[in-house]
């Protein structure tokens, strides 16, 4: 744990295109839209988190280059996790009043612990308002500064699971992005 207190996460200023994230918002509305769950028994709760997902296919573009990302990140900020799975990149819409309250990804009732989750910015940010993306430390004391690099257009963000993070509400436009989870046996 020492190692994500030292490097809590990795942010990649701007690595995808506004061509390539124009495409994949496009191929994103083309998805089944749904109400975003807060658990894995799939329970809506507007209350915690208000906003649409749909889910892209493993071994998609998107999906094999977040990959590499996430493997050149869990070595390069020495964490060594032992990653086995992982899920499918969730495509999330979050329209004007959606939000995501302050969470964990991490759950101990999957059959896989989750431990690394990542966040790509697909949207302008001057085409919305709010919707700002937060994160605390490993003890949920203090934000972490990731600005303005997290809201630049194409920047994915890594961060350990464990850590409680935030969506802001949005109060004007549309905010895009993606979001992906990468798991394995429990720690040891």
Request: aromatic share 12%; glycine share 4%; with cysteine.
């Given at each position: 744990?020492?190692?994500?207190?030292?490097?809590?996460?990795?942010?990649?200023?701007?690595?995808?295109?506004?061509?390539?994230?124009?495409?994949?918002?496009?191929?994103?509305?083309?998805?089944?839209?749904?109400?975003?769950?807060?658990?894995?028994?799939?329970?809506?709760?507007?209350?915690?988190?208000?906003?649409?997902?749909?889910?892209?296919?493993?071994?998609t573009?998107?999906?094999?280059?977040?990959?590499?990302?996430?493997?050149?990140?869990?070595l390069?900020?020495?964490?060594?996790?032992?990653?086995?799975?992982?899920?499918?990149?969730?495509?999330?819409?979050?329209?004007k009043?959606?939000?995501?309250?302050?969470?964990?990804?991490?759950?101990?009732?999957?059959?896989l612990?989750?431990?690394?989750?990542?966040?790509?910015q697909?949207?302008?940010?001057?085409?919305?308002?709010?919707?700002?993306?937060?994160?605390?430390?490993?003890?949920?004391?203090?934000?972490l500064?990731?600005?303005?690099?997290?809201?630049?257009?194409?920047?994915?963000?890594?961060?350990?699971?464990?850590?409680?993070?935030?969506v802001?509400?949005?109060?004007?436009?549309?905010?895009?992005?993606i979001?992906?989870?990468?798991?394995?046996?429990?720690?040891?």
């Amino acid at each position: 744990m020492r190692q994500i207190i030292k490097t809590p996460l990795s942010v990649w200023s701007e690595e995808l295109s506004s061509d390539l994230c124009d495409s994949l918002i496009a191929e994103g509305l083309w998805l089944p839209l749904e109400n975003a769950t807060i658990d894995t028994e799939r329970n809506v709760n507007e209350n915690i988190r208000k906003n649409k997902v749909g889910w892209f296919e493993l071994n998609t573009l998107i999906d094999n280059l977040l990959l590499n990302y996430v493997l050149r990140t869990n070595l390069y900020n020495e964490w060594n996790f032992q990653i086995t799975d992982r899920e499918k990149p969730q495509f999330t819409v979050y329209e004007k009043d959606a939000f995501y309250t302050w969470h964990r990804d991490s759950d101990v009732t999957r059959p896989l612990e989750r431990k690394i989750s990542v966040t790509v910015q697909l949207s302008d940010p001057s085409t919305y308002e709010g919707g700002e993306f937060k994160i605390q430390d490993y003890w949920g004391e203090k934000e972490l500064s990731i600005y303005p690099q997290a809201a630049l257009r194409g920047t994915i963000i890594i961060f350990p699971s464990i850590l409680k993070h935030i969506v802001t509400p949005v109060t004007e436009g549309t905010r895009y992005s993606i979001v992906q989870w990468y798991s394995g046996p429990d720690f040891t």
